[in-house]
């Protein structure tokens, strides 16, 4: 055993320094009321990377049963917050040093927002006392935090601790869901106030249910469109699995016969195999569609901002923000809600009426299956590809087959992940986890740290770019630490490859290797020397052996797969993420 015994985790339960004097006020800390709102709010675990201006809320922790882990970068905690709220549904929390620990999670807070995460923030600040006076780390937190998230305040008084970590979590869930921050200054969170003085919200008491199930004439006219449309498609986007809607988006496909795409965090609502489950006719069936109805997704560059969607198709748009329905592209009827409420109350709303409809569709789904089966069959001979070096489609093939229905996927890179996009298909709904509209490189570390420590009983598989993972890799080491395994694979092409093809097509072969390098690293060696599993695969026929063995180990693994440098996604090729 080396030093690691000296940081034995604290167990919850442990007597306080605030247990009670005979006959006196019992007084409380911010630190100690923050932790009370977490627990209130269902928060079982923070991620955060420690500084002196927040170890109260730890303390408070220790006291709520709340797990603490210690990451190695606050971009890193927050991250793990964002991955959190998307697996358990309940909202996730970081909580972070003043100054460079709030700086540091920036770029988690702004994926979360892209992405409708809902995660609260806690940053510490110089005290109050010292006001501008130039503390250390002071700087003006909650206006750099304002315009990434839904609310940015900093708690003025200590018996308001609790109270407003409520309010902030009651703002991560106005209209779609995202980050709230919160600054607390040191002497506000240190300092101790009589425990009447403070309000702590009852768990369960301070916030209504945000499920609204769309205006009922609105249904009705949905219902109508999906009876009498020819050739209707359903996009199911994020929300879908926000709004654990699996059950109610499964039921209107099935009973009403409609063909599905699935995108973001909506990737696993239908199984691969079910017959209403397409993915690469989607492009076809945008164009020839008679009723397009889009689930919880914005029209932004995924969707080619609504420009890839036929001019004569009827479109629908179905969202948990107003502010997302008919932005960048007309549609002829939006509606405002839960997208289960919605969809389970326009199944009901035809019952009995949707024998015709769905009879009339068997040519348009075998047309759509048709168009499908043709794009797989001309890419499969790259799936099965031997050459070496080794064709990414051949990895991501082979990750394919080794997922079960339990295993959560985790995509964090760029042209192996666009390579993955289309090949890689999660078995059951909420598998599947990719950062979102922000395209932030660096969230597979966190996003297996949530995963794994709030679903302990799934596989979790992450594929990462050798860009990507160098981000936030030395985060492997607090798998290693907490002993959360999973299967690591990187698609190593020693390169940033996404960004280097379009230097080459834009600059020439000559000018195209700038700003885009990086070494031959075997990364598993680093995942050894960190106390975890690895292996280093060059030949293809090694990947899924290796893989078996990465699942075998128990432990946090990294098998690195030797990619051909030289081949390029059919996405980054066309650079459809600028489009
Ligand atoms: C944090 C961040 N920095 C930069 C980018 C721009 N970017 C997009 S793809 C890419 C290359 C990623 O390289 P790697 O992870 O090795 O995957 P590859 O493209 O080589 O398969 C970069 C740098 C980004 N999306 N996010």
């Not at 700087?139 to 305040?153: E, G, N, Q, Y």
């Not at 004569?312 to 939006?334: C, E, F, P, S, W």
């Not at 019952?351 to 409809?357: C, E, F, I």
């Amino acid at each position: 055993m080396g030093q690691t015994a000296k940081t034995e985790p604290v167990s919850a339960g442990q007597p306080s320094a605030l247990a009670d004097a005979d006959g006196e006020p019992q007084l409380i800390s911010g630190g100690h009321l923050v932790a009370k709102a977490l627990k209130a709010e269902g928060v079982d675990v923070i991620f955060t990377l420690c500084g002196g201006h927040i170890i109260d809320i730890y303390d408070g922790c220790v006291d709520e049963g709340i797990d603490v882990i210690d990451v190695r970068h606050e971009q890193v905690a927050a991250h793990a917050a964002d991955g959190y709220a998307r697996v358990t549904g309940k909202p996730g929390c970081a909580v972070v040093t003043a100054g460079p620990g709030t700086t540091d999670a920036v770029t988690g807070v702004a994926n979360a927002l892209r992405a409708e995460s809902p995660m609260l923030l806690i940053g510490g600040q110089g005290a109050l006392s010292q006001h501008k006076m130039g503390s250390l780390q002071d700087l003006p937190h909650v206006d750099m935090m304002a315009p990434i998230t839904k609310f940015s305040a900093s708690v003025p008084a200590t018996e308001r601790a609790a109270d407003i970590v409520s309010m902030a979590f009651r703002e991560c869930y106005h209209g779609a869901p995202g980050p709230s921050f919160l600054e607390i200054p040191r002497d506000v969170l240190d300092a101790k106030v009589p425990l009447e003085k403070a309000r702590i919200p009852r768990a369960g008491a301070y916030r209504a249910s945000t499920r609204s199930a769309g205006d009922p004439e609105a249904i009705e006219r949905l219902a109508d469109l999906v009876v009498h449309a020819e050739k209707p498609c359903v996009l199911l986007g994020s929300q879908v699995w926000t709004c654990r809607a699996t059950d109610a988006a499964i039921e209107f496909v099935r009973t009403l016969n409609v063909p599905a795409f699935m995108n973001g965090s909506g990737r696993g609502t239908l199984a691969p195999k079910d017959p209403h489950h397409l993915q690469l006719a989607r492009r076809y069936a945008f164009q020839n569609a008679d009723l397009i109805i889009i689930v919880g997704t914005p029209f932004d560059f995924r969707m080619g901002y609504g420009k890839r969607l036929s001019t004569d198709a009827t479109v629908v748009q179905i969202d948990l923000d107003y502010r997302t329905v008919g932005k960048n592209r007309d549609v002829d009827l939006g509606i405002v809600g839960d997208a289960g409420l919605v969809l389970s109350s326009v199944t009901q709303a035809t019952s009995g009426r949707v024998d015709n409809g769905a009879v009339s569709r068997k040519a348009w789904l075998e047309e759509l299956r048709a168009v499908e089966n043709q794009a797989y069959e001309k890419r499969l001979p790259r799936q099965h590809s031997d050459a070496n070096p080794i064709d990414p489609y051949r990895l991501v093939h082979e990750i394919n087959e080794f997922l079960t229905p339990d295993s959560l996927y985790i995509g964090d890179g760029g042209d192996i992940v666009t390579f993955s996009g289309q090949v890689v298909q999660p078995k059951s709904p909420g598998h599947w986890m990719d950062p979102g509209p922000l395209g932030t490189l660096g969230v597979g570390v966190p996003f297996v740290m949530a995963a794994k420590y709030a679903r302990p009983e799934k596989e979790v598989v992450c594929l990462f770019g050798d860009g990507a993972f160098s981000l936030t890799g030395w985060d492997f080491e607090t798998l290693v630490r907490f002993n959360l395994p999973f299967v690591g694979i990187i698609g190593n092409n020693s390169s940033m490859n996404q960004i280097r093809y379009g230097q080459i097509q834009k600059y020439g072969e000559g000018r195209g290797r700038v700003g885009n390098t990086l070494g031959d690293v075997p990364y598993s060696e680093f995942a050894k020397m960190l106390g975890g599993y690895g292996e280093e695969v060059r030949d293809p026929a090694d990947i899924r052996p290796a893989l078996e063995r990465a699942r075998e180990s128990g432990k946090p693994s990294l098998i690195n797969v030797w990619v051909d440098p030289e081949v390029y996604a059919p996405g980054t090729m066309n650079q459809t993420m600028y489009k």
